[in-house]
């Protein structure tokens, strides 16, 4: 079966635009985590999904960053006004439940603001 | 913030030998589980380990959680050059959110 997969792999974007970055976890995997990770350093917690609420968004740095997932499936971390300090790669996880279960994590997505 | 901190930062070996990787956390957690990343993208899932767990196996390697000191160790047993990567310990806290990861050990195995 599909693994988790994320789009696009690479979003080079201006400083202030929008930019809209998709995830498609693994069919039936209720729970869907977005994450950040900078060089260098371990990926950072940014929102979990279960199902299609937003159990926990504290780690999402700002109001510029928001996130849906209207039918429990599909994901879209959503950035307003990029700044260069969002320059980073993006992870998309999903597993059968939020924890103690084990995540599968796509590919991410770097971004780069320029 | 990140919870997690890990112990190296970076190790290098012999292919052949042991390596031990420590990390140490702050608060109450209901598991630990360690991932492996290679090439800066995707992690991959190693092992879990339970807050009421005090040590597990898998293959080559073994994790042992100390609840009392808030921390755990991954030890990969005859480590083999495709070892080489980065690895993470993450911490799932006692809500059941969030996932919590450190800044990962650089492992370099040499052949």
């Known amino acids: 079966g599909a693994g988790v997969s994320q789009t696009p792999s690479n979003k080079v974007t201006e400083k202030g635009k929008y930019v809209e970055l998709r995830c498609d976890p693994i069919?039936?995997?209720?729970?869907l985590y977005w994450y950040r990770q900078s060089l260098g350093q371990g990926p950072e917690f940014l929102i979990y999904?279960?199902?299609?609420?937003?159990?926990?968004d504290s780690g999402l740095p700002n109001d510029r960053f928001f996130a849906v997932r209207p039918e429990g499936s599909v994901s879209t971390l959503k950035i307003q006004r990029t700044e260069r300090g969002d320059s980073a790669v993006y992870l998309c996880?999903?597993?059968?439940?939020?924890?103690?279960?084990?995540?599968?994590f796509g590919p991410g997505t770097r971004l780069t603001v320029t | 913030s990140q919870q997690g901190e890990e112990d190296p930062q970076a190790l290098s070996i012999q292919e052949g030998e042991n390596a031990t990787m420590n990390c140490s956390y702050k608060?109450?957690?209901?598991?630990l589980q360690w991932y492996r990343q290679n090439s800066g993208r995707g992690l991959v899932h190693l092992i879990l380990?339970?807050?009421?767990?005090r040590e597990k196996h898998s293959g080559r390697l073994r994790v042992t959680l100390d609840t009392s000191k808030k921390s755990s160790s991954l030890l990969i047993t005859a480590s083999r050059a495709a070892d080489t990567a980065s690895y993470f310990c993450?911490?799932?806290?006692?809500?059941?959110?969030?996932?919590?990861f450190g800044a990962g050990t650089r492992l370099f195995v040499k052949a």
């Open positions: 996880a999903s597993s059968l439940g939020g924890t103690p279960y084990e995540q599968y």
């Open positions: 069919s039936g995997h209720t729970a």
């Open positions: 999904f279960q199902g299609t609420g937003a159990a926990d």
């Open positions: 608060t109450s957690i209901n598991n």
């Open positions: 380990i339970r807050s009421n767990e």
């Open positions: 993450a911490t799932g806290d006692t809500g059941g959110f969030k996932t919590i």
